[in-house]
């Protein structure tokens, strides 16, 4: 899973696997949740997103899963794929004197091996 | 789909330089946003802007400056490049309706102060 530090947590699953991407965030008054992928060169891209509202959202390939009692948001990708192979990102929607921000985790490599 | 374009891929400066880096959004978004990913920290947010000409300080606005003229527009300045100011940065942009954000990001801007 995300942590806060210099090293980057890397899963190493092969191709064909389920994945599975912890992100610990820090508010409970966060609303809204996302999750973006980043391959080497490129900027952030989004991914899945949920709202505080729900616990379960699915796209294709990828499911969110929100567990806000214990501040807890996961990544699941189905048959991970050698192009799923990339850095992703936790964001938090915080809520801020009528502002509202993305604070993002520190990430998560994922190494997909064929 | 939305592109937003980062002027420079690649910069090199030297200390006591002024540094511009220009962002353009071609989807007529209301939010953009400076950010710097440096290893293991994740994403910080320097400085966004909800309107032309209105600009808020992120988590780390020291040492930066910006400029909102234009809509599509958003430069990030560095008033007198420091080494420690080394890092990718990224220009983001948001539709910013109903307050939940979800980030289309450039493809970055890595800059190197020596």
């Known amino acids: 899973g995300e942590s806060v530090g210099l090293h980057l947590p890397t899963l190493s699953v092969q191709e064909g696997d389920n994945s599975i991407i912890n992100c610990a965030y820090s508010?409970?008054?966060?609303?809204?949740f996302i999750w973006y992928k980043q391959e080497s060169g490129k900027g952030p891209q989004f991914i899945i997103d949920?709202?505080?509202?729900?616990d379960k959202r699915q796209g294709q390939r990828v499911t969110v899963l929100l567990n806000k009692t214990v501040k807890h948001l996961s990544l699941q990708i189905a048959a991970t794929q050698p192009g799923d192979s990339a850095v992703y990102f936790c964001?938090?929607?915080?809520?801020?004197?009528?502002?509202?921000?993305?604070?993002f985790g520190t990430g998560t490599r994922l190494l997909v091996s064929p | 789909d939305v592109k937003v374009t980062q002027s420079s891929r690649y910069l090199v400066k030297r200390t006591g330089e002024k540094v511009f880096l220009e962002c353009v959004q071609d989807?007529?978004?209301?939010?953009m946003f400076w950010y710097r990913q440096d290893p293991g920290l994740g994403l910080r947010l320097i400085y966004f802007?909800?309107?032309?000409?209105?600009?808020e300080k992120g988590d780390i606005p020291e040492g930066y400056s910006v400029s909102r003229e234009k809509k599509e527009r958003f430069s990030l300045i560095l008033e007198s490049a420091s080494t420690n100011q080394t890092s990718m940065y990224l220009c983001?942009?948001?539709?910013?309706?109903?307050?939940?954000?979800?980030?289309?990001f450039g493809s970055g801007t890595q800059l190197s102060v020596l």
């Open positions: 983001a942009s948001s539709t910013g309706q109903g307050g939940n954000e979800k980030l289309f």
């Open positions: 508010n409970s008054a966060s609303d809204y």
């Open positions: 949920i709202r505080s509202n729900m």
């Open positions: 964001a938090e929607n915080i809520v801020n004197t009528g502002f509202q921000k993305l604070v």
């Open positions: 989807m007529d978004h209301e939010n």
């Open positions: 802007s909800y309107d032309v000409k209105m600009k």
